[in-house]
């Protein structure tokens, strides 16, 4: 651990490092916004961890968030499953993302709320590890990112990895119980692209097909009369 890191301070030292008052601190400790500190005797010693976490409170109200609102998101985030348990497996082809919770919030902007990050905890989206909270995957969290900024709710997005959770994991279970059907020798990872292949170019002609409904009003999304 570098010097930083390993570096404790008293009351007034870790105020003063983050930029707040003394009195200001000590109300953030009442209301429980920070964990307790060590003690030696009557002296409060606090490390790096606490520093970072009156940093993100500080970001976060910066950002508009109230101490109500940020109280629930660091309860959840305390809650929230170490990254060594996210979804249960390492990601073979996803990309890990780490963000602090300030970085979170700029992302989602204003939409990180405790239910939603409650709900990103329990899909699996999020984990977190020390100060930092980590998302299983950047093609999602990029997805999510540009779907908020077209307009839509964060609820709504989850809502929907929720659904797209269900069909993927039967399609999935549909394309490796055919190759141990028919190729019990096969080797799983190799054929892997063939499946991704197939969802891909079926959810772009289903695609084709609701949008051609879209446009023309009465036609049947299957392209029927």
Do not use: C
């Not at 003394?22 to 409060?44: H, S």
């Not at 970072?52 to 101490?67: K, N, Q, V």
């Not at 997805?143 to 659904?163: D, H, K, Q």
């Amino acid at each position: 651990m570098d010097d930083q890191g390993e570096r404790e301070y008293r009351t007034a030292e870790l105020a003063e490092a983050a930029g707040i008052t003394v009195r200001t601190l000590r109300f953030y400790r009442e209301r429980k916004l920070l964990p307790p500190p060590r003690r030696e005797g009557r002296i409060a010693w606090y490390d790096h961890h606490h520093l970072a976490r009156l940093r993100t409170i500080t970001a976060l109200l910066e950002r508009g968030h109230t101490l109500g609102g940020i109280t629930e998101l660091m309860n959840a985030f305390e809650e929230g499953q170490d990254v060594g348990s996210l979804l249960g497996v390492t990601p073979t082809e996803e990309t890990p993302v780490r963000l602090s919770p300030e970085e979170l919030a700029d992302a989602f902007a204003g939409e990180v709320t405790t239910e939603n990050f409650a709900e990103a905890l329990k899909l699996g989206y999020l984990a977190t590890d020390g100060d930092e909270i980590v998302h299983i995957s950047r093609r999602l969290l990029d997805v999510s990112v540009a779907l908020i900024r077209e307009g839509v709710p964060l609820a709504a997005v989850l809502e929907a990895g929720s659904r797209v959770r269900v069909h993927a994991e039967a399609l999935a279970s549909l394309f490796l119980d055919t190759m141990a059907t028919h190729a019990p020798g096969a080797d799983l990872d190799r054929l892997r692209p063939l499946a991704k292949s197939v969802v891909e170019a079926e959810l772009s002609l289903a695609m084709d097909r609701h949008l051609a409904a879209l446009r023309e009003p009465g036609a049947k999304p299957d392209g029927g009369a």
